[in-house]
């Protein structure tokens, strides 16, 4: 990452703005994003394949969830975050991760400049390749602030995005059964 840009945009978008980039409360903001940047644009640099490298064997053929897992992105529109939870099943077909290693796979889609719609078919897709599941299933649901700071939707509505693989693309009781487990309305 060039931090070096980062710093030099932030200003020019400050002084963009019509802001005096040397007052006191502004004068680190550039080094203070740039510094911030690294860690939230994170997975820019990383691969799922990394947390889901570390697999076990095992003979289960039902279907794995974790859910609740919460997450911050960044539109890639606005650059404003949308954050909430995400809820991911798995049939495994041989292998299973590690359960921490499923909310690591959603912190390497979510730390860069996302779509939700993207991000959650890039999680799908990652557990049918990295574990070769026989099918997988995420749910994201996640308030954006580029619609609820700007008053478009209400404060506190959420966008709920599916995306089904395999099996559970195949399967409609599969997908409802899922989807009453992580309690999404
Ligand atoms: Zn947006």
């Known amino acids: 990452m060039d931090k070096d840009k980062i710093k030099q945009g932030v200003r020019l978008l400050l002084e963009g703005i019509g802001e005096d980039t040397d007052r006191e409360g502004l004068i680190d903001t550039p080094d203070r994003i740039a510094r911030m940047y690294e860690e939230i644009f994170a997975g820019l640099n990383q691969d799922a394949s990394e947390p889901l490298s570390k697999v076990f064997t095992a003979q289960n053929t039902d279907m794995i969830i974790e859910k609740d897992i919460t997450f911050y992105s ?72 580029c619609m609820t700071m700007r008053g478009i939707k209400k404060p506190g509505s959420r966008t709920v995005t599916i995306a089904s693989k395999g099996r559970f693309a195949d399967d409609a009781e599969l997908r409802q059964t899922f989807i009453s487990i992580a309690g999404v309305k």
């Open 74 to 145: 960044m539109c890639e529109h606005h650059l404003l975050p949308f954050y909430g939870k995400a809820h991911i099943a798995y049939i495994p077909n041989g292998k299973v991760a590690g359960l921490s290693k499923l909310a690591r796979t959603v912190e390497v889609f979510a730390r860069r400049p996302q779509l939700q719609e993207r991000m959650t078919v890039q999680i799908a897709e990652a557990l049918m390749e990295e574990l070769d599941a026989a099918g997988s299933m995420v749910i994201l649901e996640a308030e954006h602030m």
